[in-house]
């Protein structure tokens, strides 16, 4: 039964595009800030907050202190079957135009240059 409410809370969790379009940017990039991602989905830095609390609470992101910067990336603790599910998503929806300029953004931001210190 506890796989079942995990997978679900997973599933809750990653069930708005915004938050979905987070964590295929972590598998991508593996650690990003607030700013960059709020450079690269173009939503606004409360809502991308909102979504990382969400995300964090379902234990599917991690985040560290660096800095200035707050990293988040996905959680190494997550259950190995929570991991694969993410993993297939990805697999499944990696060619989805908005996905693909995702990750061609991730490469051109610069935390140094977006990001307020």
Do not use: F
């Not at 796989?3 to 964590?23: C, F, S």
């Not at 409360?46 to 707050?70: C, F, M, R, Y």
């Not at 990696?94 to 300029?101: G, L, M, N, S």
């Amino acid at each position: 039964m506890d796989k079942l409410k995990n997978i679900t809370k997973l599933l809750k969790a990653m069930a708005d595009e915004g938050r979905l379009r987070i964590v295929l940017l972590l598998v991508a990039r593996k650690n990003l800030c607030v700013c960059e991602i709020k450079e690269i989905i173009g939503l606004s830095q409360p809502t991308i907050s909102s979504h990382l609390k969400v995300l964090q609470n379902a234990g599917i992101l991690e985040s560290s202190k660096d800095g200035l910067w707050v990293n988040y990336r996905l959680a190494q603790d997550m259950d190995k079957n929570a991991r694969q599910i993410i993993e297939r998503i990805y697999g499944s929806v990696k060619e989805d135009a908005a996905v693909r300029q995702d990750i061609k953004k991730i490469t051109e931001v610069d935390r140094h240059k977006i990001c307020k210190g």
